[in-house]
């Protein structure tokens, strides 16, 4: 069973988010890109999975401009056996990026697809559902524990819920978007990376997988939050219950 994983390029977690002059969106250039901390989740439990014998190859996918094949490298010198990229200057809103796994899935054939539940750039969390949707296949969304059954054919995902935990059985194939708390990725070691650097990365456009890329979305504007007030000391009790009810208006 072959098992495909969406990795993206994301401004790195630990870098200080600015927001263009314009206004039209977050400043990107000469900013550390990494892959998304869930999509990194998603490819160490697919590789999990194949180390424990119950799949044969794990393929890493990624769509956007050509910087994306960083990413895919160190999909590669994590331990995926090939990387396909997608190459577009376009901006990609969930909707198209699902349509092009489909395609994606319509010419290699895996038995799972694995996702991150959203990216940490967009926080859209769409994408897996909507590529379930289009193929027509079961999902696990926020997955905590996936186990897998090959002579049932079926994955059990062990999904967080604000009631606590919930159990879905999923008949393969099928989808599976990963949460935190599912496992801890792996490091890529030297020899792997520089491994990675020599291995062919497959290419497509979205017009030979026969996708239209358009979008339904139009991005108005990004602004930053508003910034936090200093905070103030207060003598007693009676002078917060006045601030709180007077220039807070919470009470």
């Given at each position: 069973?072959?098992?495909?994983?969406?990795?993206?390029?994301?401004?790195?977690?630990?870098?200080?988010?600015?927001?263009?002059?314009?206004?039209?969106?977050?400043?990107?250039?000469?900013?550390?890109?990494?892959?998304?901390?869930?999509?990194?989740i998603?490819?160490?439990?697919?590789?999990?999975i194949?180390?424990?014998?119950?799949?044969?190859?794990?393929?890493?996918?990624?769509?956007?401009?050509?910087?994306?094949?960083d990413?895919?490298?160190?999909?590669?010198?994590?331990?995926?056996?090939?990387?396909?990229?997608?190459?577009?200057?376009?901006?990609?809103?969930?909707?198209?990026?699902?349509?092009?796994?489909?395609?994606l899935?319509?010419?290699?054939?895996p038995?799972?697809?694995?996702?991150?539940?959203?990216?940490?750039?967009?926080?859209?969390?769409?994408?897996?559902?909507?590529?379930?949707?289009?193929?027509?296949?079961?999902?696990?969304?926020?997955?905590?524990?996936?186990?897998?059954?090959?002579?049932?054919?079926?994955?059990?995902?062990e999904r967080?819920?604000?009631?606590?935990?919930?159990?879905?059985?999923?008949?393969?194939?099928?989808?599976?978007?990963?949460?935190?708390?599912?496992?801890?990725?792996?490091?890529?070691?030297?020899?792997?990376?520089?491994?990675?650097?020599?291995?062919?990365?497959?290419?497509?456009?979205?017009?030979?997988?026969?996708?239209?890329?358009?979008?339904?979305?139009?991005?108005?504007?990004?602004?930053e939050?508003?910034?936090?007030?200093?905070?103030?000391?207060?003598?007693?009790?009676?002078?917060?219950?006045?601030?709180?009810?007077?220039?807070?208006?919470?009470?």
């Open positions: 069973m072959k098992i495909m994983v969406a990795i993206k390029r994301v401004v790195d977690y630990a870098v200080k988010i600015r927001v263009k002059p314009d206004k039209s969106g977050v400043e990107t250039s000469n900013v550390k890109m990494s892959m998304n901390p869930f999509c990194e998603g490819l160490e439990e697919a590789l999990r194949k180390e424990s014998g119950l799949a044969s190859e794990v393929i890493a996918v990624s769509m956007g401009p050509s910087q994306c094949v990413t895919l490298r160190t999909g590669l010198a994590m331990g995926a056996d090939r990387a396909i990229h997608v190459e577009s200057s376009a901006i990609l809103y969930p909707l198209s990026v699902a349509k092009l796994l489909k395609a899935v319509d010419v290699e054939k038995g799972l697809l694995i996702l991150g539940k959203q990216a940490i750039d967009d926080d859209c969390n769409q994408t897996g559902q909507m590529v379930a949707g289009l193929l027509n296949w079961p999902q696990g969304t926020f997955a905590s524990k996936v186990v897998l059954d090959k002579q049932r054919d079926v994955a059990t995902v967080e819920v604000d009631g606590g935990l919930e159990t879905l059985c999923l008949d393969l194939p099928a989808v599976i978007t990963t949460d935190l708390r599912l496992n801890q990725p792996r490091y890529a070691t030297l020899p792997n990376i520089m491994k990675a650097k020599s291995k062919v990365i497959k290419k497509f456009t979205p017009q030979e997988l026969n996708v239209d890329i358009k979008s339904d979305l139009e991005v108005v504007q990004v602004t939050p508003p910034k936090r007030k200093a905070g103030v000391i207060v003598s007693s009790v009676d002078d917060l219950i006045d601030k709180l009810k007077n220039e807070a208006h919470v009470i």
